[in-house]
């Protein structure tokens, strides 16, 4: 059963890929804008590039994992069933 309801939490295509990086993409700016209000000035904007820049790598990942030809390219490591 918990194998069944793991199953709806696995990427599986680029277009399941690209709606968890918008998500990603629309927390990441509200977060940064908070922390524009909380901290004005170069703190708040480096805070703001530090929450976009998290969203570019696991973006990045995501869609190296969902590519059509990654087979080959991965590692050993991908494929760690946590269980």
């Not at 805070?47 to 991965?74: Q, S, W, Y």
């Amino acid at each position: 059963m918990m194998r069944k309801i793991a199953r709806l939490f696995v990427i599986k295509t680029r277009f399941e890929a690209c709606a968890v990086i918008y998500a990603l993409g629309l927390g990441a700016s509200e977060r940064g804008f908070h922390y524009l209000q909380t901290y004005p000035g170069v703190g708040g904007w480096l805070l703001f590039a530090a929450c976009t820049g998290a969203v570019f790598m696991a973006g990045a990942r995501l869609l190296e994992i969902t590519r059509k030809d990654a087979g080959p390219r991965r590692r050993k490591t991908d494929f760690i069933i946590v269980r």
